[in-house]
């Protein structure tokens, strides 16, 4: 069946080194894939997206990678510092299909170190 | 900015007894969404409601659950008669248009069944 997973459920950074964060997918299906952040006691935080006829985009810090021969998705944050310790979870959708429906991967916690 | 608001943050309810879960979406927002979350595992769909009905369910949505949109400002889940394995963090999203990327969360209900 369809899933989105995550390879590691925590890393460990110390501030200011580059945070990498993974996710790999099954559905082929999938053409548009969205990072949340979740800190606790939140809902998860939209924070950049990329569809499938891209294979990176930048934000602000933040840069998704998307290999699509090998089902693999990555969150690069630079410089990290310690507001960046959440939860990380990757979310596919088939925007062909119309459906605002989400597909959540596990999610992987961040810890930033001082 | 505007956001999504849930009541109650926690919720504590005995099996078998019956809850609704509340939440205000943004005032302009037309797509409504219900995911779940238990303890350490990934967000999941439930349900999307537009235009006063159900657009899509997920197979977890079964008949003890069930969404309402009783005012122009509400939008509501309950769940008929809870079991243990309803315990879980419910949350709420709204959008303006039908596109993922532009839903909001709330901060979610904590249920938990005894």
């Known amino acids: 069946g369809e899933s989105v997973g995550l390879h590691l459920p925590t890393l460990s950074v110390q501030e200011g080194d580059n945070s990498i964060i993974n996710c790999a997918y099954s559905?082929?299906?999938?053409?548009?894939f969205i990072w949340y952040k979740q800190e606790s006691g939140k809902g998860p935080q939209f924070i950049i997206d990329?569809?499938?006829?891209?294979d990176k985009r930048q934000g602000q810090r933040v840069t998704v990678l998307l290999n699509k021969t090998v089902k693999h998705l990555s969150l690069q944050i630079a410089a990290t510092q310690p507001g960046d310790s959440a939860v990380y979870f990757c979310?596919?959708?088939?925007?062909?299909?119309?459906?605002?429906?989400?597909?959540f991967g596990q999610g992987t916690t961040l810890q930033v170190k001082p | 900015e505007p956001e999504v608001t849930q009541t109650p943050s926690h919720q504590v309810t005995q099996m078998g007894q019956e809850v609704i879960l509340r939440c205000v979406p943004i005032?302009?927002?037309?797509?409504f969404y219900w995911y779940r979350q238990i303890l350490g595992q990934k967000v999941e769909f439930l349900v999307s409601?537009?235009?006063?009905?159900?657009?899509?369910k997920s197979e977890i949505f079964d008949d003890q659950f069930s969404v309402e949109r009783p005012d122009g400002s509400n939008f509501t889940l309950k769940i008929r008669s809870t079991k243990l394995e309803d315990s879980a963090m419910y949350f709420c999203?709204?959008?303006?248009?039908?596109?993922?990327?532009?839903?909001?969360f709330g901060p979610g209900t904590r249920l938990t069944v005894t």
């Open positions: 409601f537009y235009n006063n009905e159900i657009s899509e």
């Open positions: 999203a709204s959008s303006r248009t039908p596109e993922v990327y532009e839903q909001y």
């Open positions: 979310a596919e959708n088939s925007f062909s299909s119309n459906t605002g429906k989400l597909i």
């Open positions: 005032s302009n927002h037309l797509y």
């Open positions: 990329i569809r499938s006829n891209m």
């Open positions: 559905n082929s299906a999938s053409d548009y």
